[in-house]
């Protein structure tokens, strides 16, 4: 798992609609209307990606298992009623833990 980390408008959702357009992977957003948002950029940007959802659609269609692109994963966990404090994650790949 890979974390892009950045200030608003600094091309966060940009790299997700990218990284969509090249591995066919779908994008999770936190409503409807962001996902029409993302839908737009990629639109605007000559990019082909597979149909943005939103985490509700994800969870009351009883999505399908597979691999995701979240963008903002806060909001989409607030969406779900959990209201993080503080998210562990762990990709394999190094045993020290950080803090961002």
Do not use: F, H
Request: negative net charge.
């Amino acid at each position: 798992m890979r974390i892009i980390a950045g200030p608003r408008c600094s091309g966060k959702t940009t790299a997700l609609i990218q990284e969509s357009a090249e591995t066919g992977v779908p994008i999770i957003a936190p409503s409807m209307a962001m996902a029409n948002y993302i839908k737009m950029i990629a639109k605007e940007q000559g990019m082909d990606i597979p149909e943005p959802m939103s985490i509700n659609k994800i969870v009351n269609k009883g999505g399908r298992p597979g691999e995701y692109l979240i963008d903002e994963v806060e909001m989409c966990l607030r969406q779900l009623g959990i209201n993080p404090i503080a998210v562990t994650m762990w990709d394999g790949s190094d045993a020290k833990a950080r803090e961002w």
